[in-house]
Every structure is written in C-alpha cells, then in structure tokens.
Antibody
Framework: EVQLVESGGGLVQPGRSLRLSCTAS????????MSWVRQAPGRGLEWVGF??????????EYAASVKGRFTISRDDSKSIAYLHMNSLKTEDTAVYYC??????????????????WGKGTTVTVSS | QSVLTQPPSASGTPGQRVTISCSGS????????VYWYQQLPGTAPKLLIY???QRPSGVPDRFSGSKSGTSASLAISGLRSEDEADYYC???????????FGGGTKLTVL
C-alpha cells in the first residue's frame, strides 16, 4: 500500500525553526517528485513547494510565500522528504501535508498533480 | 484570495445531481489540466479527478469532471450522504510557475 507519514509538527515560537519529515512506503521513492501543501485553520489548500526526483535534478521549487525561508530536501536512501522551515511566522500555522507529485506530458500538455497525500502534521506558530 | 474561483457552498438532496464550478484564466485553467480533490471532514484531501476528466481507480463513476476554456466543473450524480465534504479544484499556473488551488466548495447533502 502506498503510504506517506508526516512527523515533526508542534508548537514553535515566531522566528524559530522546525523540520518536518515525510516517510514514504509502498512505492519506489526515488522515482517520484514530492511536494508539501498546507492548510491554515478553517482555510483552503496552499501549495508550499516540491522537489524533483534525482533523475530530473532533485531540485526544489517554492511558493512565493515561503521562498527564502523554507527548504525542501530528500534522502532517497531512507525514502524521506523533509521540509525545513526557518523564520517562522504566525501565518505559517497550518496542517502540513506531504504528497507524491506526478508530472509528465500527454496529449500535447504537461501535467502536474498530487496523487497521494499523507494525513498531515500540525504546526502552530505562537508565542 | 485564491487564484481559482469556486462557490463557497453547494447543496443537494440524496439522489440529486450537483455541479461545482471552478473559474480561472488563460494562464492556468485555459492552458493546463484541471484536478479535483475531495476532503472529507477531519481528513486529508484525496484525488478525485485528474487531467480534467479521468478518475483514479476506486473513485465511483458518479463523479465526473469537465473543462471548457478557462472554467471547469465537477459533477456528482446520485448524491449520497457520504459525499458531504469540501471539494477543491487545482491546476498549474504558468505565470506563477506553480500549482494553484481554488478556495474550496463545501458540499452539504440535505
């Protein structure tokens, strides 16, 4: 069974750092890009960023709201993706979901989407 | 303010057909595939429709997606109580160079 399990969430003060982990199982982790999506309390979904698989460079991309503060990395030997969050703000309070991220080209168009989601981990930024 | 516009709420009675709209622009829906996610209360989102109108295995054929120009729709036929959830549309935005979501539509089964 394909599964993603997030961990590392908790209560953190503004300006501090936190690292989230996403442990994957049930598929060949190294073959896939991975992404993070967050959901603030009572709000909708917001893409945070993704990291390409190593065959495609293993490079990350970020939403403007977190660029320069958040870093996504991966350890294919452990099937884990990480979200390093620095200079946290109260508005970063959210449930953070790890997702598998599919991309490709079919019928003349590129596609990019999240097909498998973890259950999420809660990050609360408050003094 | 979400890049994609969805009605905040929708409702229907059991057995009815309901549609949820998602409006965008030429830089997102107009030039990319659309995806739909279902989020049941207290759970993580789940992929419902991919590449405009494709259903992952296990998703009932009561759910269907369509796209026309810069808008897309999710239709649910034979509405059931377990369909009560939040529904989100998503696509890639060429201007923002990243995925974007709609604000979500809360579906209530009366």
């Amino acid at each position: 069974e394909v599964q993603l399990v997030e961990s590392g969430g908790g209560l953190v003060q503004p300006g501090r750092s936190l690292r989230l982990s996403c442990t994957a199982s049930g598929f060949t982790f190294g073959d896939y890009a991975m992404s993070w999506v967050r959901q603030a309390p009572g709000r909708g979904l917001e893409w945070v960023g993704f990291i390409r698989s190593e065959p495609y460079g293993g490079t990350p991309e970020y939403a403007a709201s977190v660029k320069g503060r958040f870093t996504i990395s991966r350890d294919d030997s452990k099937s884990i993706a990480y979200l390093h969050m620095n200079s946290l703000k109260t508005e970063d309070t959210a449930v953070y979901y790890c997702t598998r991220y599919l991309s490709g080209y079919v019928y003349g168009h590129y596609y990019y989407y999240m097909d498998v989601w973890g259950k999420g981990t809660t990050v609360t930024v408050s003094s | 303010q979400s890049v994609l516009t969805q009605p905040p709420s929708a409702s229907g009675t059991p057995g009815q057909r309901v549609t949820i709209s998602c409006s965008g622009s030429s830089s997102n829906i107009g030039s990319n595939y659309v995806y739909w996610y279902q989020q049941l209360p207290g759970t993580a989102p789940k992929l419902l429709i991919y590449r405009n109108n494709q259903r992952p295995s296990g998703v009932p054929d009561r759910f269907s997606g369509s796209k026309s120009g810069t808008s897309a729709s999710l239709a649910i036929s034979g509405l059931r109580s377990e369909d009560e959830a939040d529904y989100y549309c998503a696509t890639w935005d060429d201007s923002l160079s990243g995925p974007v979501f709609g604000g979500g539509t809360k579906l209530t089964v009366l």
